[in-house]
């Protein structure tokens, strides 16, 4: 009986312990120099339905449904998704837009599993009258997700993703 109680004990106080040096946060980005003007590049990045075009996630699941609600380009409009097993169900929100630099939303994943994280696009002004884009999305990780976050990387496993969309996005602006 109280090896039962010490293997009991053992097993929380691990798990305690995981839960305290766990990653509380993440903060996944990417950055891409495109050879267009940033009033150009901006305009393109904060429609919603633009990013079909670009975004590594329709690749992965051409057959997914989508719904947009709201004025597109704006705050407030939205855009859901609902894929295969790659792309998962769940919506995106334009929460905010600074014009001609930055564009925030809300990412809201309803399936495999539920999440909320903020995302953005930063544009800026580069060399040779080139433009400098950020792409990101950070939020929260809560328990017991911050546990596995240890054994796993969000930057990792999202990170080419970012790179894949970036490089696309690139090609088809400058064309």
Do not use: H
Not at 7 to 14: C, D, E, K, W
Not at 17 to 25: D, G, N, R, S, V
Not at 105 to 120: E, M
Request: with cysteine; glycine share 6%; aromatic share 12%.
């Amino acid at each position: 009986m109280y090896t039962l109680l010490y293997v009991l004990l053992i097993i929380v106080a691990i798990v305690l312990i995981l839960a305290i040096i766990a990653p509380k946060t993440y903060d996944v980005f990417r950055t891409v120099e495109i050879s267009k003007p940033k009033d150009e590049v901006f305009e393109y990045l904060k429609y919603l339905k633009k990013q079909d075009t670009w975004s590594p996630w329709a690749k992965k699941d051409p057959n997914m449904e989508k719904k947009f609600t709201g004025t597109d380009g704006e705050v407030g409009a939205i855009s859901y998704w609902k894929g295969n097993k790659d792309v998962g169900e769940g919506e995106q929100e334009i929460t905010k837009i600074e014009q001609g630099k930055r564009i925030e939303g809300q990412l809201r994943f309803l399936k495999p599993w539920k999440s909320t994280s903020d995302c953005y696009f930063d544009v800026a002004d580069s060399a040779d009258k080139a433009t400098k884009v950020t792409w990101g999305f950070k939020g929260k990780n809560k328990f017991p997700m911050s546990i596995m976050m240890l054994f796993m990387s969000m930057d990792k496993m999202v990170g080419k993703d970012f790179e894949e969309g970036l490089s696309t996005l690139k090609s088809q602006l400058e064309k």
